[in-house]
């Protein structure tokens, strides 16, 4: 059964081990990451991004009972278990399989996972941020082109371009 946890910034290795020396090497983890370019001092430089920050996604067949959930909660690195795992595992199962899908051959996540997930909700993305412009989305497979205000705006398809939180 999968599991999602928060783990106390910096200790993500401390609970993976802790949580292996619990309940053995055939617990696994997964973190969706990207590699993106950011600017440090008038250079770039590609940096890896964890998407969901200080949360992992474990597996284990024995997270079915509560009594092994119970022994999470003790677990060294552990901030705090996010309930309703056993309801939500299809959820957790495709989001996994959609980030998976959306991997490169190293493991981390392709531009057009961040384009799909643009493009399935441009309109709330337009609406929440320039609620007083005229825009167009105009559709393109090396891009994402849209006009504001008769100025066209054209991202290019970069592997190493994330859409980041603000």
Known sequence: MWIVVSYKKHEEQLFKNELRKKFGNDTSFYSPKAIITKVIKNSFKKVEKKLINNYLLCFNEKFKDNYFLNIIKTTKGLKY?????????????????????????????????FKDIFIKNKENFFLKLFPNLNYKFI????????????????????????????
């Not at 891009?143 to 398809?157: A, C, D, P, R, W």
């Open 81 to 113: 278990l996010l309930p309703g795992s056993f309801c939500n595992q299809k959820n957790i199962i495709n989001f996994l399989t959609f980030c998976k899908k959306n991997e490169d051959k190293r493991g981390y996540i392709k531009f057009d996972f």
């Open 139 to 166: 559709e393109d497979k090396n891009s994402i082109n849209f006009i504001i205000n008769g100025k066209l705006v054209k991202i290019k398809n970069k592997n190493n371009l994330v859409f980041n939180s603000l």
